[in-house]
């Protein structure tokens, strides 16, 4: 198997080549901006599992460069992993477009340019798996970070849509719903420890999924029912609240 993990810099990012290379021997394509980065954990992976590890550049943000970053590679993968993202500062961006605008875009737009490069490409070979990772914050608008959650709100509906297409040819689409994880994005952020995840953990979970055919899974298991009481929530009381 040949694995593209695109946002590979980011902490689920490196979990997830852990797994896939610990468990299935996976050779893999990392691909970041940070290619300093990049080239330890190709060194690292390739030492530690024996497998076939090489770094990629990719701008999730540069879509013009989109086609011949896949183009390029050698061999085509039979995997991609979108694990690219960006927090940002909701206050901030809702002064500021530009920083709203880099939120939106980093979680929507460069997810959409390049996984339908690659999605046509897997149709057209009729194999493959895609894995993209959304939030919990997509499933319902909160005033703390909306910004952050309709993007990702907008990329579950995309993947979901993507796993309709390609059923028929045999591609897989799994939808990954995180909670709150401690990553380097979320540091500054303190969290329930009941409901916050490691990116090992994470990373364990999407394999899991993979593993058993899975379509959409939750990050910790206890957000699929937090989830399901926020969504039905009415709105009249919805609104009154402050998360």
Known sequence: MNLLILGANSDIGQEIARQFAGNDKAN???????????????????????????????????????????????????????????????????????????????????????????????ETRGHGFIIGLSSVAGLRGRQSNYLYGSAKGGLAIYLSGLRNRLHRSGVRVITVLPGFVRTKMTEEMEFPDLLVSEPAAVAEDI?????????????KWLWRWIMLLIRLTPEAVFKRLKL
Request: negative net charge; hydrophobic residues 40%.
């Open 28 to 122: 893999l394509i990392l691909a970041s901006r940070d290619q300093e980065e990049l080239a330890k954990q190709v060194q690292d992976l390739s030492l530690r599992y024996g497998v076939k590890a090489k770094a990629g550049f990719f701008d999730a943000l540069d879509y013009e460069s989109h086609a011949s970053f896949y183009r390029g590679l050698d061999p085509k993968p039979d995997g991609v992993v979108a694990a690219f993202g960006f927090l940002g500062n909701q206050t901030a961006a809702q002064g500021d477009f530009q920083e709203a605008r880099k939120i939106i875009e980093t979680n929507y737009l460069g997810a959409v340019s390049i996984l339908e490069i690659i999605a046509a490409d897997f």
């Open 207 to 219: 394999h899991q999924a993979y593993k058993k055919g899975k379509d959409v899974i939750y990050s």
